[in-house]
T-cell receptor, first 113, second 114 residues
Framework: NAGVTQTPKFRILKIGQSMTLQCTQD?????MYWYRQDPGMGLKLIYY???????DKGEVPNGYNVSRSTTEDFPLRLELAAPSQTSVYFC????????????FGQGTRLTVV | DQQVKQNSPSLSVQEGRISILNCDYT??????FLWYKKYPAEGPTFLIS?????DKNEDGRFTVFLNKSAKHLSLHIVPSQPGDSAVYFC?????????????FGKGTKLSVIP
């Protein structure tokens, strides 16, 4: 049972570069989320999706974009990477909204230099 | 402005004893609370939750208590085991608009000493 899979696990980007963080889940969950965790801080919601074709902003969406063309995949795009985007990124999914249990991926550690 | 506060960054407990992790919140619209556990280099995993209509929820060694008037919840682990050593996050959400957003505390690192 793979659950939520994120790739890559680690990445170093130069300022101004762009990249896509991949996230896929095999649990047929409608709800998917992207969070970031800065050192010593809790997780903050970047974007979420309630189903294929539907996405919305979370608490900290600036500098990111998402798409949800299928139920399984929810990629996060970083355009023009900045040092402030150095963080650990977690993708998660759930059957309903966040009142129910969310399953998290292992995370992507991103460093922007 | 932190809406969910975990004021103890770390906690050390002897194996077999009780671990008590605390969490305070300020937003009166929060009505559902969750605890997540996180090991290094892994994603958070769901541990236990509680709805605001309850004041206690129990699952094996884990019990969460909610005091709505004090806007305070706590997670009790009895007995504590070395495998419980991890970072514990308290999270909250409301049933209204924006309820998709889980608001997390900064976490408490629990160390259970054998």
């Amino acid at each position: 049972n793979a659950g939520v899979t994120q790739t890559p696990k680690f990445r170093i980007l130069k300022i101004g570069q762009s990249m896509t963080l991949q996230c896929t889940q095999d649990m047929n969950h409608n709800y998917m989320y992207w969070y970031r965790q800065d050192p010593g801080m809790g997780l903050k919601l970047i974007y979420y999706s309630v189903g294929a074709g539907i996405t919305d902003k979370g608490e900290v969406p600036n500098g990111y974009n998402v798409s949800r063309s299928t139920t399984e995949d929810f990629p996060l795009r970083l355009e023009l990477a900045a040092p402030s985007q150095t963080s650990v990124y977690f993708c998660a999914s759930s059957t309903q909204g966040v009142g129910t249990e969310a399953f998290f991926g292992q995370g992507t550690r991103l460093t922007v230099v | 402005d932190q809406q969910v506060k975990q004021n103890s960054p770390s906690l050390s407990v002897q194996e077999g004893r009780i671990s008590i992790l605390n969490c305070d919140y300020t937003n009166s619209m929060f009505d559902y609370f969750l605890w997540y556990k996180k090991y290094p280099a892994e994603g958070p995993t769901f541990l236990i939750s509680i709805s605001s209509i309850k004041d206690k929820n129990e699952d094996g060694r884990f019990t969460v208590f909610l005091n709505k008037s004090a806007k305070h919840l706590s997670l009790h682990i009895v007995p504590s085991q070395p495998g419980d050593s991890a970072v514990y996050f308290c999270a909250a959400t409301g049933s209204g608009a924006g309820s998709y957003q889980l608001t997390f505390g900064k976490g408490t690192k629990l160390s259970v000493i054998p």
